[in-house]
């Protein structure tokens, strides 16, 4: 009987096999995972590969796209709004026409920052927004240093905080004491204590968190809705003033300066009043700190930036203009029992039935906008204790299942914005105070993360992530203009108001601004130098810095 030969098998090759059908298998299932995890935070390619660049996982659902963004950052600053209710400052300091040419200026000179930023966000579209640019484009050999001192890390980062919280604080605080103005309308004899302010703040605080939070899932929705009510409402007000409200002359508006804060020259006292003409600028880029909930966010959240930069000065401008024809009397309309100019102006215009219709309009337009703002104040405090940057930061990053939303810092920034409200109570120029803080902090932000990018793009240009909105060789000459410009602002925004300085006259952003630099290098020194690195220890192609 003949031996039957069996077939040779090679052994090394089956057991290849088996491995590579193995790992085939294995990376088909990581793709149909990464694939669905995109479909449910309705991310793009951009999207996933700008995450994955910047070492981090997509947690939050991108809802909101270019027009809805544009319509957040839009409501976020509410910018005539809140400019009805910040003229005093340059009335007082400079007279009508500071008002104006201060508010032409500013528009000018805040185009290379928010083109600067707007490449900063296609670049690295994050929620940490200023505080990841400066981390990720700041020179090698100063990172630590500047981390220590006031920039690449910790102590930039609290500012960075500090200045969405003082936004936030700024709102509300708006809301508390435009209540309290609308009851001294229709009440001649109620003396408007600041404690019932102060209630009147955590109403306002309630309606954000819930709004916010409890709200979220339908946050996108009603943007648009709430930009065009924004924009009807402004006609709805300008219109009537126009029509009865008596008027300055051409003279006072444009040529008769005023110094009524006492300054040593007129020249000083219209660059301390230049800072309504700053507030009204900040804070477009809260849609930066959207940037993972935003679809195709790279170029969605740069062009958003600047749409809303454009309107917002089509619409404040002739709002200005309004406010600053029809003061005739600037004496009398700064003396108002409300403290508000511009509710002078709307006496003089309209009933007390419409000016309690037209307040109360702005009442609710104002919560609308601080429930988006606290919603993007609520990212830069998650992205950042992501980070570890911030004591309890493992608790203040989580994500709430139920919600999809980082609840926790939702809830600190209330708390926050309560107790920067609080200023209220002890002075008479709070809102001036939060105002500056606000201005002064989120400039620090600007000009810092601006001058990191500048010195990268000069030393080191083939580091510089892809953008699909780049400035180009435009980029030196406009990063330059906007740390400049930028310097300049944050110099006259910590002044006083008037001269000589007294205790419920002082400007208490400066004490407040120094303490949490100090703040920040004290939990350094303490325990961020140990634990925190910077969103830089995790970018693609920068980890070994």
Known sequence: ?????????????????????????????????CDGRRNATKSTNADAENMRRMGREQELVRNFRMFSMASFAAMATAVWEF??????????????????????????????????????????????????????????????????VSGTNLAFSWTSTLALQAGNALGVLLVGTLIQTIIIVNVEDYA????????FVIVAVGFAFTGSVIGYRVLHYWQNAAFAIHVMAYFAILIPIWVNAPEATHEQVWLKFENGGNWSSMGLAILIGQLPGTSFQVGIDAAAHMSEEVRNASTA??????????????????MILTAAYHLPDLTLALKDDTTYPFVYVLKQSMSTGWVTVVLVILVVILVGSNITFLTATSRDLYAFARDDGLPFSKWLSQVSKRQGVPGNASIVTCAISFLLALIYIGSDV????ITSLFTVALLQCYVLSIACILWRR?????????????????????????????TWGFFW??????????????????????????GALINYAISGRKKYFGPVALVEGRKDE
């Open 1 to 33: 009987m003949s031996d039957i030969e069996l077939p040779k098998t090679n052994v090394t090759a089956v057991v290849t096999d088996v491995f590579a059908d193995s790992t085939a298998e294995s990376a088909d299932i990581a793709l149909e995972e």
């Open 83 to 148: 400019a009805l209710f910040q003229l005093t400052p340059a009335l007082v300091d400079g007279g009508r026409p500071s008002l104006v040419y201060s508010t032409i200026w500013n528009f000018v000179g805040f185009l290379p920052i928010y083109l600067s930023m707007a490449e900063m966000s296609s670049m690295a579209p994050i929620a940490g927004a200023q505080y990841h640019w400066v981390s990720e484009f700041a020179p090698r050999s100063m990172q630590r240093v500047l981390s220590y």
């Open 192 to 199: 408007a204590p600041r404690w019932h302010g102060s209630l």
């Open 301 to 318: 959240v740069p062009r958003a930036m600047l749409l809303t930069y454009a309107l917002n000065f089509v619409l404040l401008l002739p």
């Open 430 to 433: 709070a809102f001036y105070a």
């Open 458 to 486: 000069i030393a080191h240009p083939e580091t510089l992530p892809h953008a699909p909105f780049s400035l180009g060789r435009w980029g030196v000459p406009v990063n330059i203009v906007a740390v400049l410009y930028g």
């Open 493 to 518: 925004a910590f002044w006083p108001q008037s001269y000589p300085v007294t205790a419920s006259g002082f400007n208490w952003a400066s004490p407040l601004f120094v303490a949490a630099v100090i």
